[in-house]
Nanobody, 115 residues
Framework: QVQLVESGGGLVRPGGSLRLSCAASGITFSYFTMGWYRQAPGKQRELVADITNGGTTNYEDSVKGRFSLSRDNAKNTVYLQMNSLKSEDTAVYYC?????????WGQGTQITVSS
């Protein structure tokens, strides 16, 4: 059974930082492209960043220079470091794992950026 367990969400003030973690089980982690998506109220889910099994990263334009995605294949975990957070980053963030036509999702974690 595939599980993606997210942690690290919460409430943060504008300009603050958070680090999200996503621990995967039930998959051969090193084969998968891991990503983070987010969905704000009334909006479609959008890709925030992803990282291939080779370590190549891709970021949505609005988070470039502020967010950093990394993976630890030994721990089956992917990390999203988020700095200089803005109110528009408020959303539910979902971890994803994608490989060979398979796509799995975590349950989501809420991030609220507010003073």
């Amino acid at each position: 059974q595939v599980q993606l367990v997210e942690s690290g969400g919460g409430l943060v003030r504008p300009g603050g930082s958070l680090r999200l973690s996503c621990a995967a089980s039930g998959i051969t982690f090193s084969y998968f492209t891991m990503g983070w998506y987010r969905q704000a109220p009334g909006k479609q889910r959008e890709l925030v960043a992803d990282i291939t099994n080779g370590g190549t990263t891709n970021y949505e334009d609005s988070v470039k220079g502020r967010f950093s995605l990394s993976r630890d294949n030994a721990k089956n975990t992917v990390y999203l470091q988020m700095n200089s957070l803005k109110s528009e980053d408020t959303a539910v963030y979902y971890c994803s794992a994608r490989s060979y036509g398979n796509l799995y999702w975590g349950q989501g974690t809420q991030i609220t950026v507010s003073s």
